[in-house]
T-cell receptor, first 113, second 115 residues
Framework: DGGITQSPKYLFRKEGQNVTLSCEQN?????MYWYRQDPGQGLRLIYY???????QKGDIAEGYSVSREKKESFPLTVTSAQKNPTAFYLC????????????FGPGTRLTVT | EDQVTQSPEALRLQEGESSSLNCSYT??????LFWYRQDPGKGPEFLFT???AGEEKEKERLKATLTKKESFLHITAPKPEDSATYLC????????????????FGKGTHLIIQP
């Protein structure tokens, strides 16, 4: 079955530690995205990538980093510079970076204490 | 100022009681409007894409419509399994991220269907 996988489902870290969230897709989509979801707020775009080896900042990129070395993978690193890292993180992909629907993974809930 | 506003924030209906959810947007150069369903603790599930005013899409008990300023998600004779948060998102021209397809989301409508 084609789809988007994110791992782990739950992640706990101590303040000051970097942590990497995994996102893999086998839909053969060119574009991939990372969003953050907080209670009472809409999803907000962190980073996106339209093709391999290229990515751009979204609205709230500070404290995050990404890489896109393979078409199937778009890992997100939450660094210690992110002031409020506790959130639900969602990865998405779309066929191209030129419009069209985005399909989401199941999400990773990160808790930093 | 929010570019995408969904109302109501929460809605409780009896099973079989039809209603509509609203998504109003203020973006210019709309490239698409998307509806998603999200269950607690899960990723959003794609429902519909609407591209131009007057367009309508249907799926089972759901029907989405679009005007120049808003979209409605009509739910006909809902069942308890329709309970979820419904998200609206827009894709606009000239997105600040440099032309990418990052969606701008509303905060969602939390729908509860009571048996």
């Amino acid at each position: 079955d084609g789809g988007i996988t994110q791992s782990p489902k739950y992640l706990f870290r101590k303040e000051g530690q970097n942590v990497t969230l995994s996102c893999e897709q086998n839909l053969n989509h060119d574009a991939m995205y990372w969003y953050r979801q907080d209670p009472g707020q809409g999803l907000r775009l962190i980073y996106y990538s339209q093709i391999v080896n290229d990515f751009q900042k979204g609205d709230i990129a500070e404290g995050y980093s990404v890489s896109r070395e393979k078409k199937e993978s778009f890992p997100l690193t939450v660094t210690s510079a992110q002031k409020n890292p506790t959130a639900f993180y969602l990865c998405a992909s779309s066929l191209t970076g030129q419009g069209g629907e985005q399909y989401f993974g199941p999400g990773t809930r990160l808790t930093v204490t | 100022e929010d570019q995408v506003t969904q109302s109501p924030e929460a809605l409780r209906l009896q099973e079989g009681e039809s209603s509509s959810l609203n998504c109003s947007y203020t973006v210019s150069g709309l490239r698409g409007l998307f509806w998603y369903r999200q269950d607690p603790g899960k990723g959003p599930e794609f429902l519909f894409t609407l591209y131009s005013a007057g367009e309508e899409k249907e799926k089972e008990r759901l029907k989405a419509t679009l005007t120049k300023k808003e979209s409605f998600l009509h739910i006909t004779a809902p069942k308890p399994e329709d309970s979820a948060t419904y998200l609206c998102a827009v894709l606009q021209r000239g997105y600040s991220g440099g032309g990418a397809d990052g969606l701008t989301f509303g905060k969602g409508t939390h729908l509860i269907i009571q048996p």
